[in-house]
């Protein structure tokens, strides 16, 4: 299928969806186009098996920020608050400059690598082949003689250390 | 005890890290992807961490040449030190190479017109291409679009195997001209006319002359009966229940790809980024509700100054914006 294609059928998809979770026509179609927005600026890929799930929910939340916003509408008219909408914090400044940012990012790629190093050999060297190889499940198995099962669960085991590792 | 249990028989992904890994498998299934739906569906959190988890799983990148020695080890290339470096082609490279091959012959059987005899022309993704035939007809490939051609004694035969064709036919009353897409022919002695595969079957713009759309082949002497007969500037349908009827459309604005621009006229937004994006050199993304809520009546050359999404952005009300990772996503200005 075309990419086109793809885009056109998920949309549809989307938009039965919303529909019968009880959002509007007009609003339902705006909240696709900022689900696929929203999908492309965090970096998902449509052609990735987790697109479809990924864009439900992203639409679904952004139905009920939608519906929440509504109703703040509707207590802001009525209290006739002109200023109710502009008072929430929109952007929260980031107080690190770029360079300890930098070095923040510096010490956490030197520890990550250590957990990496520390990994039974063969899922880190799973690991490794998913990550820096780009090699498929089924090429790793049959480069390390296990089953595609277990390339799963060595690539979930890494991936659980590493986050252990990040917090501390 | 009963943890052991539900691990031996809920095999389920718990936590972002375990979908992630699940979410790479070569066979994910519609059952996983429900999982995985009603697994962010559970918690308002469980979206940032899936997020949270690929994003620090990305930024990894840098630490490749860490692992360079490990990598060459598990026997792939070194991670790219220094460049135009050319390395012996290693045991693990073959072996994709081989993958690639296979691969090749699986989608020949699984697309038997392929194999079909003849000449294969086609143009790459982003090239619109002009071909001359043996027997003087003029073809323009629109981009991505490929066709076979066996111009025998008896019938001139050409299938529209890709993308879409534009055909100014050579006269010739003894030899018919058939163009076959979609399970059916477009048959013609001598005419100028558009021929698309499309998502639901295929398209026929007729621009001059006169075509006859068949299922059965030229070079049968019953070629004609119960064919579908187009007058200029027509256009049919064609789906799996087969041609639809010919309608007077503007058929000129759809096939202007074949003078190198796109035509549009009071068409949404969205629609002109659908279309140029065939032409342009990297993915183009609509990242804007608003896109479809413009209206635009432009002519969009194809060819010119600057990359395509440039002369987009000088003649369209849009804004441009192009991601790390080389995607162009566009905006409403």
């Excluded at chain 2, 073959?94 to 143009?123: D, F, H, I, K, N």
Aim: charged share 30%.
């Amino acid at each position: 299928m075309s990419p086109e294609a793809v885009v056109a059928d998920l949309r549809r998809e989307l938009i039965v969806w919303l529909t019968r979770k009880g959002g509007a026509a007009a609003d339902v179609e705006d909240v696709v186009q900022d689900a696929f927005l929203r999908f492309h600026r965090a970096g998902h890929r449509l052609e990735s098996p987790d697109a479809r799930p990924l864009l439900f929910v992203i639409a679904r939340n952004l139905q009920h920020d939608r519906w929440k916003a509504e109703s703040r509408e509707t207590r802001r008219r009525s209290d006739d608050d002109v200023h109710a909408l502009d008072a929430g914090p929109r952007a929260i400044a980031s107080e690190a400059s770029p360079a300890d940012d930098r070095l923040i990012q510096r010490q956490n790629l030197a520890a990550a690598a250590a957990v990496i190093r520390a990994l039974p050999p063969r899922c880190r060297d799973a690991f490794l082949l998913h990550r820096f190889e780009a090699l498929t499940y089924r090429q790793i198995a049959a480069r390390l003689g296990v089953s595609v099962s277990m390339v799963e669960k060595y690539v979930a085991e890494a991936l659980r250390q590493l986050k252990k590792s990040r917090e501390g | 005890m009963i943890d052991r249990l539900t691990a031996l028989f809920d095999r389920r992904p718990r936590t972002a890290e375990d979908w992630l890994a699940r979410m790479s498998r070569p066979d994910v299934d519609a059952r996983d992807q429900d999982g995985f739906l009603a697994w962010l569906e559970a918690d308002p959190d469980h979206l940032a961490r899936y997020e949270a988890a690929r994003a620090d799983s990305l930024a990894l990148e840098p630490l490749r040449a860490m692992f360079a020695a490990d990598l060459a080890r598990l026997g792939q290339r070194p991670a790219r030190t220094g460049a135009g470096l050319a390395r012996p082609r290693s045991r693990a490279l073959a072996a994709g190479g081989l993958a690639a091959a296979a691969l090749a012959v699986a989608v020949t059987l699984a697309w038997p017109m392929l194999r079909s005899p003849g000449e294969l022309y086609r143009s790459s993704p982003t090239q619109i291409r002009d071909v001359v035939l043996a027997d003087g007809s003029r073809v323009t490939l629109d981009a991505d679009s490929a066709i076979r051609v066996d111009l025998s004694d008896d019938v001139r035969r050409v299938g529209l195997e890709r993308g879409a064709a534009y055909f100014e036919v050579a006269h010739d009353a003894a030899v018919p001209f058939q163009v076959a897409l979609a399970d059916q022919r477009v048959i013609v002695t001598g005419t100028r006319f558009v021929t698309a595969l499309t998502d639901t079957g295929g398209e026929v713009f007729l621009l001059e002359g006169r075509v006859s759309v068949s299922a059965r082949d030229a070079g049968d002497p019953d070629a004609l009966a119960g064919a579908v007969r187009l007058l200029p500037g027509q256009r049919l349908r064609l789906t799996a229940d087969g041609p639809g009827r010919p309608e007077q459309v503007d058929v000129e604005t759809p096939t202007a790809w074949r003078k190198r621009r796109l035509v549009f006229r009071d068409a949404p937004l969205s629609e002109v980024v659908a279309a140029a994006g065939r032409y342009a050199d990297r993915p183009l993304v609509v990242a804007d509700a608003r896109l479809a809520r413009t209206r635009v009546t432009a002519v969009l050359p194809l060819t010119g100054q600057g990359t395509l999404v440039e002369r987009m952005d000088r003649l369209l009300p849009i804004s441009v914006e192009t991601t790390t990772d080389g995607r162009t996503l566009i905006r409403a200005e």
